[in-house]
């Protein structure tokens, strides 16, 4: 086991479940003192049980900003300091036909992916430029920028906002010292990709039949790629968005 991140703060939204908890281990794994964010502070306590180490848990709304400054203050006070962040907290929204879309549920999936995200962003750089800069990844995913599928317009408008998002924040923010990629997973073994009523078995024909590779991405294949992004080997890595989806967007 590699120990690329000993002696960095890390934070993960979105670190409660799914592709943020095995992010956010792996990151401990390499000696990370890893805090995960979300609402849910019991998903967030069994996470911290889970990552082991010295992780801990902050709760935060990212749709609010004075909740998402003071995640970075408590994580700032609680340790000393921030180096890595990965803004991986999203939604999907309750898939539709564009027109059919209810109007408070396209807000909730804009205000989540993309606006909560910006926040984290804002609030995170604050800090990191004035104290030695840093490494952000943000999750957006293959839907969007890269491929769209019927029925996901909240969803897909948002993470295609958050690919634009990010190489423009890249660019604005890589002389404060502060390196910013994105990663864009495809459908990936969380309960965010089993479509309404699907078990793993019908999600793994239907992998079968629709991704080149095959099959579901695990966990693991997204952290290793947004490890790899935060890590000094990506030093002249910036603005990428890095596609991990068993060629589903080739
Ligand atoms: N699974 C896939 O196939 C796939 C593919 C591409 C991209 N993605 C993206 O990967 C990210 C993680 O998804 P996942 O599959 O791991 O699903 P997940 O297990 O549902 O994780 C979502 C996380 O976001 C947190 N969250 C949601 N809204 C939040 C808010 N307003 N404030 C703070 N935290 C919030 C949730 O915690 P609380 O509910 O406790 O707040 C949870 O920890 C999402 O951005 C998703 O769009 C997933």
Redesign the pocket.
Known sequence: MGARFTGKVVLV????????RATARAFAAEGATVVV????EQ?LAEAVRDIGGDASAVT????DSADVARMVATVVDRHGGLHVAFN?????GTPAPAADLAEDDFDAVVR??LT?LWLCLKHEIAHMRDHGGGAIVT?S??IGAHRRLPNMAAYAASKAAVSALTRTAALDHIRDGVRINAVS????D????LRPGETAADRAARMRESVPLGRVGATAEVAAAVLWLASDEAAYTVGHDLVVDGGAAA
């Open positions: 939204t979105g670190g409660s479940s799914g592709i943020g964010a979300g609402r849910n998903r935060v709304d990212v749709t991986n907290a999203g939604i999907l989540t992916n909560g999750m995913s293959n997973p495809g459908a990936t969380t309960e965010m990709s």
